[in-house]
């Protein structure tokens, strides 16, 4: 079972739609990061949280470390917004090296 | 936010043939660089952990030998992929963290077809 589990794997919306993409993870963390992933393969780091909850733009995550589960929201999507959003967690254990869920494939259509 | 940059961005070489990818720090130094691999379809995977100054840690299942690392300053980390084969194809790609922050800044990524 992976250390990092994220749902749903695959999501498509229809412009304007609210989304949710939930992660949990098993392991003791320092932080938990939301990156986005581009057909090209390129990754931007959305958000590093390690308790509440961060805005940035459209885009809004929450972490509930006794739960250990944390969501990416995004509000009034946009077909631009669509890409792979991967969910991932570091802790001082490992050096802070990243251990990443399976991603999220989320398709936004006009 | 900071910049990473890699090179080259894409290679196709034949089989046997070593392949050096390169990951810069261009405006902060990196003490701690991290180079992951991703096959098609695959989620990321950590393949080492580069420290400048010293040997990187690879994971389990990484060879060494094959897989070489060199961080020898706080802005460059190399990795050099000897004797490539074909089961090597996949997108490499590295990230860095500067002391006393968690925070990762990617590269864009190197995408290896060993044909």
């Known amino acids: 079972k992976n250390e990092v589990e994220q749902s749903p794997q695959n999501l498509t919306a229809q412009e304007g739609e609210f989304i949710t993409i939930n992660c949990s993870y098993s392991?003791?963390?320092?932080?938990l990061h939301w990156l986005q992933q581009h057909p090209g393969g390129g990754i931007v780091s959305l958000f590093m949280l390690s308790s509440g909850k961060k805005k940035h733009g459209r885009l809004i995550a929450t972490i509930n470390i006794q739960e250990k589960h944390s969501s990416l929201h995004i509000t009034a999507s946009h077909p631009r917004d669509s890409a792979v959003y991967i969910c991932?967690?570091?802790?001082?254990?490992?050096?802070?090296?990243?251990?990443f869920g399976k991603g999220t494939s989320l398709l936004v259509t006009p | 936010g900071a910049v990473v940059s890699q090179h080259p961005s894409r290679v196709i070489c034949k089989s046997g043939t070593s392949v050096k990818i390169e990951c810069r720090s261009l405006d902060f130094q990196a003490t701690t660089m991290f180079w992951y691999r991703q096959f098609p379809k695959k989620s990321l995977m950590l393949m080492a952990t580069?420290?400048?100054?010293?040997?990187?840690?690879?994971e389990q299942g990484v060879e060494k030998d094959k897989f070489l690392i060199n961080h020898a300053s706080l802005t460059l980390s190399t990795l050099t992929v000897t004797s490539a084969h074909p089961e090597d194809s996949s997108f490499y790609i590295c990230s860095a963290r500067s002391p006393g922050v968690e925070t990762q800044y990617f590269g864009p990524g190197t995408r290896l077809l060993v044909l």
């Open positions: 580069s420290n400048e100054g010293s040997k990187a840690t690879y």
């Open positions: 392991v003791g963390i320092s932080a």
């Open positions: 991932a967690v570091s802790s001082s254990n490992s050096g802070y090296a990243l251990n």
